[in-house]
């Protein structure tokens, strides 16, 4: 059987054990392709869209590579399902973004006994049991924006913190680092509401924390969207100018173009890592040694420093 009908032939296998709903282009050329199964939480971020993206042309540049991507639609029984799948058809590698860290801890772990390296991106499973976890440093990034939000305000003023999905670690951690970053001054939270990292929950509660507080100096969101959705229900209240609008994520096309906008006073970088995790997988595939943890750096972007790239952080 020739290369390219084996390569058919596993393709069907794993089509019909999970159901693929998008692959990279078919580059076989008569060489012998790997595929990698990557689960994503949900593609209803932007973020996470462009981590797709990412990943799509790393891979695009390596013909032995194949990626199937599924999305979990922010179901985490369905991203369990994803990777029991892409175990029982026998791909040669996993990535994973994990929508929560508890529940995606156990099929994480049963694809690394089974012998399938697993690549946990951004979001961290509990535990040890996986082959490489690349992300940037949550916590730094959410101390980061305390600090500079505390200087910004000249260590007072009314705070609302718009967090992330707090059963994620990237949500715990933003909170956590962003408190110790507040300090214990005269910063005061007034007003926190899980918006779950959409805009459009982050608006609604930034139409409760506005019908409740006459005096807002700042809002702090987990993420870009979070921190427009709470701009575009100020500005609808008419209240825009009172307040710092801070987030984090940075992508080219969404934070930074808010903050050359005037929308945001300032998005941290938050970076997808999908490049590094096409580059780990390669040295995973060719039998080399990676490191269990890969931290990738952040930059802070303001106005003045949003046309020179940002600055770095940390």
Not at 64 to 74: C, G, R, S, T, W
């Amino acid at each position: 059987m020739s290369s390219m009908w084996r390569l058919a032939a596993r393709l069907a296998v794993v089509a019909a054990s999970t159901g693929i709903c998008g692959c990279a282009e078919d580059k076989t050329d008569g060489e012998e392709v790997m595929i990698i199964g990557m689960s994503q939480c949900n593609l209803g971020e932007p973020w996470r869209v462009q981590m797709n993206s990412e990943i799509k042309q790393a891979a695009a540049k390596h013909a032995e590579l194949k990626i199937v991507f599924k999305d979990a639609q922010n179901d985490t029984l369905k991203q369990r399902a994803h990777l029991e799948e892409f175990v029982s058809a026998g791909v040669e590698l996993i990535i994973v973004s994990p929508k929560e860290a508890a529940p995606l801890t156990e099929p994480v772990a049963k694809a690394v006994q089974a012998g399938i390296p697993v690549i946990v991106l951004d979001r961290r499973v509990l535990g040890e049991e996986y082959t490489c976890f690349i992300g940037a440093d949550n916590r730094l990034i959410g101390k980061a924006a305390g600090e500079w939000i505390r200087n910004k305000a000249g260590g007072k003023g009314k705070v609302v913190e718009l967090k992330g999905l707090m059963t994620s670690t990237p949500g715990q951690d933003r909170h956590t680092g962003f408190r110790e970053g507040l300090g214990e001054g005269e910063m005061e939270v007034v007003f926190e509401a899980d918006m779950k990292w959409l805009e459009p929950n982050a608006r609604k509660e930034m139409e409760s924390a506005l019908a409740r507080f006459q005096a807002i100096d700042v809002v702090y969101a987990h993420n870009d969207p979070g921190a427009h959705g709470a701009w575009l229900a100020a500005k609808a209240a008419g209240r825009e100018q009172e307040m710092l609008f801070v987030g984090i994520d940075a992508l080219p096309h969404e934070g930074v173009v808010y903050v050359r906008q005037g929308i945001l006073d300032a998005s941290f970088q938050y970076p997808t890592g999908g490049q590094e995790a096409i580059d780990v997988a390669l040295k995973i595939l060719a039998g080399q040694k990676v490191p269990k943890e890969i931290t990738l750096g952040s930059r802070i972007f303001t106005k003045d420093n949003v046309d020179t790239g940002g600055q770095p952080i940390g």
